[in-house]
């Protein structure tokens, strides 16, 4: 069965720091691309950060809003995707979705989301 889980999402104070971890199951993970994507209220879900499989050449790329701020970076061995977030801005406040996606396939999983909220 496969399963993509988030965990990690908090309330956090701005300038804090969160990462984001996705647990992937039942697909061969290190062959596909993974990315993060976040939707918060009224707006459109939207691009965050995406890494390639390493037999790719592991390329990352970050929304503009995100660069030098967040990281994402993944650990095939364990199934694992990750998205390290710092120095919050209110404006992050979403919900974070881990997705996984074999490129030129039909092979398309999405977690669930996990709810990051950055307020005082």
């Known amino acids: 069965q496969v399963q993509l889980v988030e965990s990690g999402g908090d309330l956090v104070q701005p300038g804090g720091s969160l990462r984001l971890s996705c647990a992937a199951s039942?697909?061969?993970?290190?062959?596909?691309?993974v990315g993060w994507y976040r939707q918060a209220p009224g707006k459109q879900r939207e691009l965050v950060a995406q890494i390639a499989p390493h037999i790719s050449g592991g390329d990352k790329n970050y929304a503009d809003s995100v660069k030098g701020r967040f990281t994402i970076f993944r650990d095939d061995a364990k199934q694992l995707g990750y998205l390290q977030m710092n120095s919050l801005k209110p404006e992050d406040t979403a919900v974070y979705y881990c997705?996984?996606?074999?490129?030129?396939?039909?092979?398309?999983?999405w977690g669930q989301g996990t709810q990051v909220t950055v307020s005082s």
């Open positions: 039942g697909f061969t993970f290190s062959i596909y691309t």
């Open positions: 997705n996984a996606e074999l490129k030129a396939t039909t092979y398309n999983y």
